[in-house]
C-alpha cells in the first residue's frame, strides 16, 4: 500500500517564524500536493508539484512555498506564519494514471499535521 | 466556474436507518468523481472512483453511483462505525487539480 508521511502531527509556532512541513512518498508518484483543510471550507489546494523541481500554484497559494528536490519527498513552506494560516495541512500524492482511466489518479493522503500559528 | 458541492452538511442516523448523502458538480470535463471517507484527525481515505454516467460502485454498505450531474453515495443499514465525514472530488481532463466539496459529517447512533 501507499504510505504518505508528514513528518509532524502537531506543530505550535509563534507569529513569523518560518516553518516547513515534510510530506514523503513511497510509492514512486510523480504527483503531490499540498492542501489545507478548515472547517466549513473544505480541501483547499495550495500548491501541487507534477514532477521533480516542477511547482504550480494551487487556490491559495499566498504566504507559502514549496520545494521538491526530489520524487518522493514535497516541502511546504510558510515563510513568514500568521494566525490565519493556522489549519490542518494535508499533503497527498497520486500516479499519473495510464490507459486514459481516472482509475489510477486517486489520491492518497497523509494523516495530516495540525498547526496552530499563536 | 467549476464547482463541487455536498448535501447536506450534517447528517444524523439511527442504526440501520438507510440514507444517501448527495454530491453535485458543475465541471467541464468530468475525467472521474471520487469518493473519500475521512476519520476525526486523520487524512481522507479513498472509497470510490467513477468516471460515467449509469456508473455503480459497491463496498460494505456503501453504494456509489454517477448522473451527468451529480452522485449519490446511498449507506445501507448504517453501523456506528461508518461515522465518518465523507468527501467527493472532481477531477478534469487536462488538469491535475482535483476540486473538493465541504464534505457530509454523518453520525450513526447506536
Request: glycine share 8%; aromatic share 12%.
Given at each position: 500500500d501507499v504510505k504518505v508521511t508528514q513528518s509532524s502531527r502537531y506543530l505550535v509556532k509563534r507569529t513569523g517564524e518560518k516553518v516547513f512541513l515534510e510530506c514523503v512518498q513511497?510509492?514512486?508518484?510523480e504527483n503531490m500536493f499540498w492542501y489545507r483543510q478548515d472547517p466549513g471550507l473544505g480541501l483547499r489546494l495550495i500548491y501541487f508539484s507534477y514532477d521533480v523541481k516542477m511547482k504550480e500554484k494551487g487556490d491559495i497559494p499566498e504566504g507559502y512555498s514549496v520545494s521538491r528536490e526530489k520524487k518522493e519527498r514535497f516541502s511546504l513552506i510558510l515563510e513568514s506564519a500568521s494566525t490565519n494560516q493556522t489549519s490542518m495541512y494535508l499533503c497527498a500524492s497520486s500516479s499519473s494514471g495510464t490507459?486514459?482511466?481516472?482509475?489510477?489518479?486517486k489520491l492518497f493522503f497523509g494523516s495530516g499535521t495540525q498547526l496552530s500559528v499563536l | 466556474e467549476d464547482q463541487v458541492t455536498q448535501s447536506p452538511e450534517a447528517l444524523r442516523l439511527q442504526e440501520g436507518e438507510s440514507s444517501s448523502l448527495n454530491c453535485s458538480y458543475t465541471v467541464s470535463g468530468l475525467r472521474g468523481l471520487f469518493w473519500y471517507r475521512q476519520d476525526p484527525g486523520k487524512g481522507p481515505e479513498f472509497l470510490f472512483t467513477l468516471y460515467s454516467a449509469g456508473e455503480e460502485k459497491e463496498k460494505e454498505r456503501l453504494k456509489a453511483t454517477l448522473t451527468k450531474k451529480e452522485s449519490f453515495l446511498h449507506i445501507t443499514a448504517?453501523?456506528?462505525?461508518?461515522?465518518a465525514t465523507y468527501l467527493c472530488a472532481v477531477l478534469r481532463y487536462n488538469f491535475n487539480k482535483f476540486y473538493f466539496g465541504s464534505g457530509t459529517k454523518l453520525n450513526v447512533k447506536p
Amino acid at each position: 500500500d501507499v504510505k504518505v508521511t508528514q513528518s509532524s502531527r502537531y506543530l505550535v509556532k509563534r507569529t513569523g517564524e518560518k516553518v516547513f512541513l515534510e510530506c514523503v512518498q513511497d510509492m514512486d508518484h510523480e504527483n503531490m500536493f499540498w492542501y489545507r483543510q478548515d472547517p466549513g471550507l473544505g480541501l483547499r489546494l495550495i500548491y501541487f508539484s507534477y514532477d521533480v523541481k516542477m511547482k504550480e500554484k494551487g487556490d491559495i497559494p499566498e504566504g507559502y512555498s514549496v520545494s521538491r528536490e526530489k520524487k518522493e519527498r514535497f516541502s511546504l513552506i510558510l515563510e513568514s506564519a500568521s494566525t490565519n494560516q493556522t489549519s490542518m495541512y494535508l499533503c497527498a500524492s497520486s500516479s499519473s494514471g495510464t490507459g486514459g482511466s481516472a482509475t489510477n489518479e486517486k489520491l492518497f493522503f497523509g494523516s495530516g499535521t495540525q498547526l496552530s500559528v499563536l | 466556474e467549476d464547482q463541487v458541492t455536498q448535501s447536506p452538511e450534517a447528517l444524523r442516523l439511527q442504526e440501520g436507518e438507510s440514507s444517501s448523502l448527495n454530491c453535485s458538480y458543475t465541471v467541464s470535463g468530468l475525467r472521474g468523481l471520487f469518493w473519500y471517507r475521512q476519520d476525526p484527525g486523520k487524512g481522507p481515505e479513498f472509497l470510490f472512483t467513477l468516471y460515467s454516467a449509469g456508473e455503480e460502485k459497491e463496498k460494505e454498505r456503501l453504494k456509489a453511483t454517477l448522473t451527468k450531474k451529480e452522485s449519490f453515495l446511498h449507506i445501507t443499514a448504517p453501523k456506528p462505525e461508518d461515522s465518518a465525514t465523507y468527501l467527493c472530488a472532481v477531477l478534469r481532463y487536462n488538469f491535475n487539480k482535483f476540486y473538493f466539496g465541504s464534505g457530509t459529517k454523518l453520525n450513526v447512533k447506536p
